[in-house]
Each structure stands twice: as structure tokens, then as C-alpha cells.
């Protein structure tokens, strides 16, 4: 049987041998929602840096730019941290180079993986499916916050874990850890994360609308994977 762990930051990842596993990077405030919600709705391409002056390059390459820190969109960036940004018309088709505070550098982490994909409760499903297809051990890999612990992606690693079970094998003990907290959570993931402190820190930025979308399950059947430095749509 397949094994299934969870790495609940990017600073423990020299922890996790990752050469012949997939890794899930989840940034479930907002990235990777963002990078699952551009795929869906026809972004040709994402490309993530940790450096916000390298992504800020690539606008001289033909790319749209998104750039944020501690939750806010950065000054002369094209785009924000907001799903709906990334679901605008004009964006189809396009090509858009991101940085973020903690997603983008969970990417920048993983890149020694077997291979690596996007990961977010919207596209819950369709991932667990892939995941099943490709029969290979697996590392959920937790943005976090600035290298600590965060709540509602470490539910959401719970949450594959739980469509996982019967079929993956849990690691450690954090793949059990986070399952036992989604299964508290599921039956309302808002109300559970209400306290959390990114929910807070967004709500200050009066953006509850994008935790809203974040949180629905299952409403998109994207895979967004890595190729060549760009996250594309799984073909």
C-alpha cells in the first residue's frame, strides 16, 4: 500500500525525501486556490517565484504579474492574491507569473519532488483521483505562515488524507493528526476556522468573500501540476 504523509511546513521539508513521491503543495489562503481557480477557468500557464523583483521581471516577458505579502497585493503588480483575480476574461489564455508570502515558497521547496501538483479544497476530488490514478507515495506539503503551523491547510491535508483512506497508509502521525482535525471540521470549515489566525488577518483586509470561496469543496475538476517551472492544467 501507497504512503501518505503530511509535512506541516515548508521548514521541515529537509525532513521529507521527496525524489520518487508527488508532492501536494496546499496554500489554502489563497495561492494555490488562486493557481487551481486560474487553471480552471482557462489561465494558460502560472509561474512561481519566491523572489517578488524576479516575478516583477517577468512582466517584461509578456506575462501578467500577482504579487502579494502579508496578504496584501503588491504596489505595481497586476494582480493580487484573490481567486477572482485570477478568474477574469481577459486572463484567458494568458500566462501569469506569482509571488506569495508562503505558497510560491512551498513550490520553490518541492521542486526536487517526482512530481509536483496543486492542491485545494476546490479541486479536493479530482485530486484524490489523480492520486489514486498515479499509485505513488505522497507528501502534502503545508504552506504555513512564515515557516509556522496554519490551520486550515492543515485540515485541508487531513481532508486528502480522509479521501485517501483505505488506499494510502499514513506515515507518521501527522497525516493521523490532520485527519482527526478535518473530520472535526468538515461540517463546517468556516465556522471552525473562524478564530485561525490568517482568517483573521484576511478579515482585516475586509476580503472574507475570497475565504468563502476558498473553503467550498469540490467545485472544480482541475489538476494544476508543475512542468517545466509553469503550473499548467494536467492534460
Known amino acids: 500500500m501507497n504512503k501518505i504523509d503530511v509535512c506541516l511546513s515548508p521548514d521541515l521539508m529537509h525532513l521529507y525525501p521527496v525524489t520518487d513521491k508527488i508532492v501536494v503543495v496546499a496554500d489554502i489562503l489563497r495561492a494555490t486556490s ?3 481557480a486560474g487553471i480552471a477557468h482557462g489561465v494558460a500557464g502560472i509561474r512561481p517565484f519566491a523572489d517578488l523583483e524576479k516575478c516583477r521581471a517577468m512582466k517584461h516577458c509578456g506575462y501578467f504579474i500577482a504579487g502579494e505579502r502579508n496578504g496584501q497585493k503588491v504596489d505595481g503588480f497586476d494582480l493580487g ?11 484567458i489564455g494568458k500566462n501569469i507569473a506569482v509571488t506569495t508570502t508562503n505558497g510560491t515558497l512551498a513550490i520553490e521547496k518541492s521542486k526536487n519532488a517526482k512530481m509536483v501538483v496543486i492542491g485545494a479544497f476546490l479541486n479536493k476530488q479530482a485530486l484524490a483521483d489523480f492520486l489514486m490514478e498515479k499509485n505513488m507515495d505522497t507528501l502534502i506539503l503545508c504552506a504555513g505562515w512564515k515557516g509556522k503551523f496554519n490551520l486550515e491547510d492543515t485540515l485541508f491535508a487531513g481532508a486528502m488524507v480522509e479521501a485517501l483512506q483505505g488506499r494510502y497508509h499514513p506515515s507518521c502521525d ?36 475570497d475565504i468563502t470561496y476558498c473553503l467550498q469543496e469540490n467545485r472544480l475538476d482541475c489538476v494544476p501540476v508543475l512542468k517545466d517551472g509553469e503550473i499548467v492544467k494536467l492534460n
Open 34 to 36: 488562486c493557481m487551481t
Open 81 to 91: 492574491n484573490s481567486p477572482y483575480d485570477y478568474k477574469q476574461q481577459h486572463l
Open 174 to 209: 501527522a497525516p493521523i493528526a490532520a485527519r482527526t482535525l478535518y473530520l472535526e471540521a468538515k461540517k463546517d470549515l468556516s465556522a471552525y476556522l473562524s478564530d485561525s489566525s490568517h482568517v483573521q488577518r484576511l478579515k482585516r483586509l475586509n476580503i472574507e468573500k
